[in-house]
Every structure is written in C-alpha cells, then in structure tokens.
C-alpha cells in the first residue's frame, strides 16, 4: 500500500543499536528496512542506579546515523531497553485504590523495604493484571530509576527521535509472538537472548511468575542455563501449587534451539515449542536477511509493533 501505516522500533544494549521500520498489522508486521550497530567499547554500561550511557557523544552519532539510513520521515520511535536497567515486579495489592496515583502511592509503600534503593526516587509504572474474589488485586510493576530513563529519554531526543513508549525487553519479545501465545491460558515463555534468559508463566490468561536474569560471560553453558531455568520452575511451582502449564514456548538463537528446548523440556515435564519470528511476520519484497541477523531484531520489532 502506498500510504501503509509506518512505526520505528528500536532495541538499545550494551553492545549496540537495532533499528526496524515496519508496516502492516501489529499480529503481523512487515519488516521495511533494518540497522544493526556496533557501539565504540564502553559507550553503555547496564546499571539501574546510574544512567547507562557513559559516552554519550558516541551514542548519540551512532543512533543519528543508523536512523537516518532508515530513510523514513517517522520520528516517533518504541524502544526496548535491557530488563538490567530496571526492575519488575509482580505483587497482589489488599488495599483497593481510586485512582492512577492512589495505587502508584500503595504500591510505592509496600516496595519501600524490598529493595537497596529508595523507591520514591524511582520512575514506577504498573498495570492491574486480575482482580481476585478474595479482592487482592494483582498488579505487574516497572521500576526504573529517573536518571537512567532520562537519560536514555534526552540522548534519543538529541539524535532526532521522539521516544514515545519504552518498555523491557523481555516484554517486547513477548509482545512479538503474542498473537499466538495468548491463544492458551496456561503457558509458558522463555527466552534465551543477548546474554539473558526470561521466564513468563501465565494461568488462565493472566502472568502469574515473571523472571529475567542476565548470565555472565563465560558462564552461558548447557549447565548454568539448566540450573537457572530448573531453579525457576521450582520457585513457580512452590508458589503457584494449584497452577498448571499446558505448553511451553521457547525463543533462542538459530544454533541454540535443541539445546534450549532439551534443557526447558527436562525443567518442565513439557515438549517445548520453538517459536519462529518468520511465521509472526513478512519481510518487503525482494528483502534478504539471514536467521541469526533476524533473531537479532525480535525485540526490536515487537517494539514497533506498539505503533502500529
């Protein structure tokens, strides 16, 4: 279509930047045009006390220059930063709340000793997942700290972008494939990608155990991977004892898909489904790209998708 709708994603790390324009309906995006790039060493360092970016004259070139070759008059821009740079939380709330800020108020109340930081001075976001019979509300929370978000916020500006929803990684990830996974009540995501894994686990539709932990260099073996993601599971299960999960899905790398689903189908009982962003999108004709190079761009696509 000549005047199809266009949406700009971007995915920010500590190696570099992923650009996408995309097109077509949020449960089936087309990817237009696409940049992977390199920042100089030491550019970002992943921290959610102090602001990211360290070399921000570098920074702020590389985006300028990867968003123009995109060659699009879009300037509004969804951007997924690392689950490092934040923190989530799930928490079921007693207390009913009138408003936005009543509930932002409680919810900063209850947080206040569950972290080595102060969470007033933090940047908080949260959504009403489910409200129980027994009046609990559950609620899904983003935490990230006010220096870290502005930053990010001021040096995208000053490339030539306007940021207008930006969210973690995992979720972008999620979001990518969503149309397909919320099609059962009773699943679970997990996500092998750019150093970290992710566990989501829903039941009856509503995410009930969220978690994203990066794995150090040098540790990302068969091994560490297995205890990490068996140790989750088993968190799920003592919290959630009534809970079931009826399929699993997994995203990893092109050369890591047995290996994953082997490790995620001994954790769970369960025959893990590898999920494959090409049958969740089109790419413009005449448009060659390889697996890993598409693998690459997943959370940044999911992020686009938010505009579309």
């Known amino acids: 279509m000549l005047f199809a709708r266009k949406a700009v994603g971007l995915e920010l790390c500590q190696e570099g930047a992923r650009f ?43 985006i300028r220059e990867n968003y123009l070759q995109l060659l699009t008059g879009a300037r509004k821009v969804a951007v997924s930063i690392p689950d490092a740079a934040g923190r989530v939380v799930l928490l079921d709330l007693e207390t009913r ?23 007033n001075e933090m940047h908080l976001d949260y959504q ?7 009046g609990e509300i559950s609620t899904l929370i983003s935490l990230i700290a006010r220096q870290v978000i502005t ?13 207008n929803r ?10 990518l494939f969503a149309s397909r996974l919320e ?9 092998a990608y750019g150093g970290m894994f992710s566990i989501l686990v ?34 799920f299960q003592e919290k959630h004892t009534g809970d079931v999960i009826d399929e699993v899905y997994c995203l990893c790398g092109p050369n890591n898909a047995e290996e994953l689903a082997a490790v995620v189908g001994e954790a769970t009982g369960r025959d893990p489904l590898i ?34």
């Open 202 to 235: 829903f039941s009856g539709g509503n995410l009930v155990f969220y978690r994203s932990k990066e794995l150090p260099e040098g540790s990302r073996d068969t091994t560490r991977l297995f205890r990490e993601i068996n140790s989750s599971f088993l968190v």
């Open 183 to 191: 099609l059962v009540e009773n699943v679970a995501f997990v996500a």
């Open 20 to 62: 996408v324009l995309v097109s077509g309906k949020r449960s089936q995006p087309q990817l237009d045009e696409f940049r992977v790039a390199a920042f100089a060493p030491d550019t970002v360092k992943l921290s959610y006390r102090e602001p990211n970016v360290l070399n921000q004259g570098a920074f702020v070139a590389t």
């Open 128 to 134: 009403i997942i489910q409200e129980k019979e027994t």
């Open 275 to 308: 999920l494959d962003a090409g049958r969740f999108m089109t790419l413009r004709s005449g448009m060659i790209s390889d697996n890993a190079t598409m693998h690459l761009l997943n959370a940044a696509i999911g992020a686009a998708t938010r505009n579309l």
């Open 97 to 119: 709340f009138k408003n936005k800020d009543e509930g932002a108020d409680i919810i900063r109340w209850k947080l206040k000793k569950n972290f080595p930081f102060n969470v």
């Open 151 to 163: 930053q990010y916020e001021d040096l995208l500006s000053e490339a030539g972008l306007e940021p």
């Open 166 to 175: 930006i969210d973690f990684t995992t979720f972008n990830l999620y979001r």
